[in-house]
């Protein structure tokens, strides 16, 4: 009696293992798809190609807890900073495309410095990450030094026109930021004479600015607006389509009738290629209402920064257009050169 309850328990085990097989090879859940299913399982790590304390690490660890939250595991940022961003992308783009590791980058780091790096950045953005969706954008603004003695745009147009007086001074801030490239726009359409300065980053550039080490330079209000209001530093122009809500009487560059390229920034996380769909797309529902929530929009939102959501196929669109506007800038500004 015993035996033939054994060889039927047998017969069972053996018919639902049967059973999974089939189910399996007509189209079923497979393991990998179970896995996917279950995702996320242990940490995350969203990796900034940016040092720590900076505006795109502070975005990328306020979506980290929020995203945290919401899925139930830890989200931890890990600072990848160097060559303009391309060391933290590559480190991303030639690890496991396993849905556990994600970038966190901007504009700068994925356009402008592959657009203009003197070398090559080692890594296609189109090719190699897979858009989550972008989360802030920051639009900057071009600032003066108070000794300049000029109070708008105007007037910064026919002091830098004196030849009776020196060069003006501007500082830039790695390859294809917004703080050369803004810049290098208006100089060439209205032909001012400048000089360049190089900073390593947009603090000690804005620094030198507010201590009058040189004339003009370009800032978000995040890093400028005490100086502002302390009236150390007179705002002449918003580098982007609109005008700045704290900053009503400042004109945009758009205004001036510069619609290429957009220079407003944006920040956003990004997955390598080839991580499983429903991950992206899963975690870019989460992102989603990431940002919605009030916690993320307090830390992203005012001082020239607007806390938004595009998806990965906006994102992507976003991303292909702005390189393409940033090519066709170089081939302007190269065609100028000769």
């Known amino acids: 009696m015993k035996k033939q309850q054994g060889r039927g328990f047998i017969r069972r085990v053996v018919s639902l293992l049967i059973g999974v097989a089939a189910v ?46 919401q899925l139930g595991q830890p989200v ?11 060391i933290g992308i590559r480190h991303v783009v030639r690890g496991k495309a396993d849905g556990y590791t994600f970038l966190f980058a901007n504009t700068t780091a994925l356009v402008g410095n592959v657009v203009s790096s003197p070398e090559p950045v080692n890594f296609d953005p189109v090719k190699d990450v897979t858009p989550v969706g972008l ?4 639009v900057y603004v071009l600032w003066a030094h108070p000794s300049l003695g000029v109070r708008n745009f105007d007037e910064l147009l026919a002091r830098a026109r004196d ?19 803004s810049v290098e726009q208006l ?14 980053g947009s603090a000690p550039q804005v620094a030198d600015l507010i201590a009058g080490h040189t004339q003009i330079g370009t800032g978000n209000l995040g890093v400028a607006l005490g100086a502002y209001r302390e009236g150390r530093l007179v705002p002449l122009l918003a580098i982007g389509k609109e005008r700045l809500p ?10 001036l009738g510069f619609t290429e390229p957009d220079f407003t920034l944006w920040d956003g996380l990004f997955a390598p290629a080839n991580t499983p769909p429903d991950i992206v797309a899963k975690l870019s529902r989460v992102v989603g209402e990431a940002v919605k929530r009030q916690s993320f929009k307090t830390i992203a939102d005012g001082n020239g920064h ?23 800038f170089k081939a302007q500004l190269e065609a100028g050169n000769k």
């Open 163 to 181: 030849a009776s007086k020196p060069q003006l001074a501007f500082g830039i801030t790695g390859n294809g930021a917004v703080s050369e490239l």
């Open 246 to 255: 704290e900053l009503p009487d400042v004109p945009s560059s758009r205004e």
């Open 24 to 69: 399996s090879l007509s189209g079923g859940v497979s393991l990998a798809q179970a896995e996917e299913a279950a995702w996320p399982t242990r940490q995350i790590t969203f990796v900034v190609p940016w040092p720590a304390g900076g505006e795109t690490d502070v975005y990328a660890r306020a979506l980290a807890h929020e995203v945290s939250v």
């Open 76 to 86: 931890i940022v890990e600072n990848k900073p160097g060559a303009t961003g391309s």
């Open 135 to 138: 989360t802030v954008e920051t």
């Open 187 to 200: 100089a060439r359409h209205y032909k001012l004479d400048l000089i360049k300065v190089p900073y390593k």
């Open 306 to 328: 607007r806390a938004i959501f595009q998806s990965g196929a906006e994102a992507a669109n976003r991303l292909k257009n702005d390189l393409a506007a940033r090519y066709r």
